[in-house]
């Protein structure tokens, strides 16, 4: 069993944590999710640039391998971003005159906060999560990927906030 947090991190009760599936089942699915391009640099996947998944909570900040922490990026970009956050990621890509998906960005950090919400488990990227979720709103004017967010409150039960 893992921890369920909220979205502050919060530790709130321990919730028996999903099985995973293999690499290959979720690249796929989060091609078909994602499209054929690269959510960083958005260049199309072809057999010289090919697909990978990248973590966008890294699993050094305690992000799991699923489908919901995962987009698609071309090996270049997955290897030239490291451990750098998503926030500061799509603002280097876009310094270096490339034109990340923002918005594919946020759907799937929200995606994976919701995730989170419902499976627990996780305790130590809630607090990375919810900056991410933070830094992504500021910098769209309130509005990451205007997605429903669902954040576990101590003692009122689940509520939603608008991101």
């Keep these: 069993p893992r921890p369920s947090c909220d979205g502050r991190g919060a530790v709130l009760s321990w919730m028996p944590m999903p099985d995973a599936r293999d690499r290959p089942t ?11 391009d690269c959510t960083w640099c958005r260049r199309p996947f072809t057999r010289h640039v090919t697909p990978t998944t990248d ?15 995962e987009v698609a990026a071309c090996r270049r970009c997955n ?14 890509c876009e ?12 759907r799937t950090l929200a995606s994976l906060s919701n995730a989170i919400a419902d499976r627990g488990g ?5 607090p990375y999560l919810a900056a991410q979720l933070r830094r992504l709103a500021d910098s769209t004017g309130g509005r990451a ?3 429903r967010v669902r954040l576990n409150h101590p003692g009122r039960g689940a509520a939603s906030r608008q991101s």
């Design 26 to 36: 979720r690249l796929a699915d989060v091609l078909l999710r994602d499209g054929d």
């Design 55 to 69: 973590h966008l909570v890294p699993k050094v900040k305690g992000g799991p391998s699923w489908e919901e922490n």
């Design 79 to 92: 290897r030239e971003r490291g451990h750098l956050s998503p926030a500061d990621w799509l603002a280097e």
């Design 95 to 106: 310094r270096r005159g490339r034109h990340p998906d923002r918005a594919r960005v946020a």
């Design 122 to 126: 996780q305790r130590r990227a809630c």
């Design 145 to 147: 990927g205007g997605l």
